[in-house]
């Protein structure tokens, strides 16, 4: 059974840093594409980075493009976003995601509050 747990959301005043983590068990990490998304209330959840099986390609929305940097841990099954300069309009519910056996797999989610 896949499970994604992610961690390391909070409250940060703007223009700080968060690095959130995304422990993966239940299926071969290091062959899956990984994802984070976010939401916020009344919203549609929207992508933010996806990183590939051997992490040496990334994505980014333009939105967080140069603030933003994903990577993965093969051995240890995690993914990490770094969240530098962060902007109020970056508070959000933050979603680890991949997709196994075709099917969806979504964590719980993290609070990111950037607010002074």
Known sequence: ?????????GLVQPGGSLRLSCAASGFTFSRYTMSWYRQVP???????????????????????????TISRDNAKNTMFLQMNSLKP????????????????????????????
């Open 1 to 9: 059974q896949v499970q994604l747990v992610e961690s390391g959301g």
């Open 42 to 68: 009344g919203k549609e959840r929207e992508l933010v980075a996806f990183v590939g099986p051997t992490g040496d390609y990334t994505s980014y929305a333009d939105s967080v493009q140069g603030r933003f």
């Open 89 to 116: 309009e970056d508070t959000a519910v933050y979603y680890c995601f991949t997709q196994y056996g075709g099917r969806p797999s979504w964590g719980q989610g993290t609070q990111v509050t950037v607010s002074s």
